[in-house]
């Protein structure tokens, strides 16, 4: 059960070579990075794991490596970004009998939209077919489910224990945390505002910020858990620099890169997706020092 779960959760990146295949030897390395930072939970498959790129079985080895390498020491979901309801409960299956304890689900995200009806019956089928508890990854733009949809799904779908809301309107997070009930897991992904939204009462973050930078964000969890919102905003102050970095169209690429100059081996992103020109890793660098980040290159 993922009942407790809360704090830092890095969707964490997956390390491809020039032909697209994972570097098994370097995630994990970077599952033993992330897991050293102090984080809570691990959940490889996500959209800065550029989980949207694999195939069926690459995604089963993926996962694979990362539960051999986590060894049960934290709460371990799997990604789940598909277009159909069958194909998520197969990978559901296949990462349950990996030992996934949960799964991250998005809407579908084709250009299709289903009704409500049919996101909550979508949901519903994947709880039931996996037997995981769910977290709704809420992020397809032209899919986006409102606070009232996310809640009647929790509320109807004993399965769906949580949502991971990514937008960066506040107002939005605040809506569902006020809503929701005391065991609903809220999880924000406004890797610019994860000062507030923990403020606000998000159960903790699963955002491409920590995967970037794990320690700082440890940190700035724990300052607002002891209540000192002076450290948590400095904190918070420094890490907007990385974020505005990191932000762009190629973020996977850019949280490797953030990675690999931290001595993290983190190879490339699969094609088309680019690796970050000169001036933006120049930018991504001085984001790190600003944490006090001592650079240095993953051979």
């Known amino acids: 059960m993922l009942s407790d779960l809360r704090g ?8 491809f070579d020039a032909q697209g295949n994972v570097i098994h030897a370097a995630l994990a390395e970077i599952v033993e990075f992330q897991i050293a ?11 800065t794991g550029e989980g949207h790129t694999f195939e069926r079985e690459d995604f089963a080895r993926m996962f694979e490596t990362v539960a051999k390498t986590n060894r049960g020491r934290l709460p371990l979901l799997a990604g789940l970004i598909v277009n159909s309801t069958q194909e998520a409960i197969i990978r559901g299956r296949m990462a349950r009998d990996l030992g996934a304890q949960g799964l991250q689900v998005t809407p579908v995200h084709y250009l299709f939209k289903p009704d409500e009806e049919a996101t909550l019956a979508h949901f519903r089928a994947v709880a039931e077919g996996t037997g995981l508890p769910i977290l709704i990854y ?15 799904i929790m509320r109807e779908v004993p399965g769906v224990v949580g949502v991971k809301q990514s937008s960066g309107d506040l107002k939005l997070l605040a809506d569902l945390v006020l809503q929701a009930r005391p065991q609903d897991l809220i999880f924000t992904a406004i890797d610019a505002l994860l000062y507030p939204s923990y403020a606000l009462g998000a159960r903790g973050t699963i955002s491409a910020l920590p995967a970037a930078s794990p320690h700082a964000n440890v940190a700035l969890w724990d ?10 905003k400095a904190l918070h102050e420094r890490l907007l620099v990385l974020w505005n970095a990191l932000s762009a169209e190629n973020l996977p690429a850019n949280v490797k890169y953030a ?3 931290q001595g993290v081996p983190s190879g490339l992103s699969r094609a088309p997706m680019p690796m970050p020109d000169a001036a933006r890793q120049a930018a991504i660098c001085a984001g790190l020092e600003g944490l006090g ?6 051979a």
């Open 138 to 152: 809420n992020v397809i733009p032209w899919n986006y489910l409102s606070p009232a949809l996310l809640l009647r």
């Open 8 to 15: 830092v959760i890095p969707p964490i990146s997956t390390p």
């Open 293 to 298: 980040v001592a650079l240095r290159k993953a």
């Open 223 to 232: 300052a607002v858990q002891r209540g000192d919102h002076a450290t948590a």
């Open 37 to 47: 930072a102090g984080v809570h939970g691990l959940i490889p498959g996500g959209s």
């Open 259 to 261: 990675l690999a100059c």
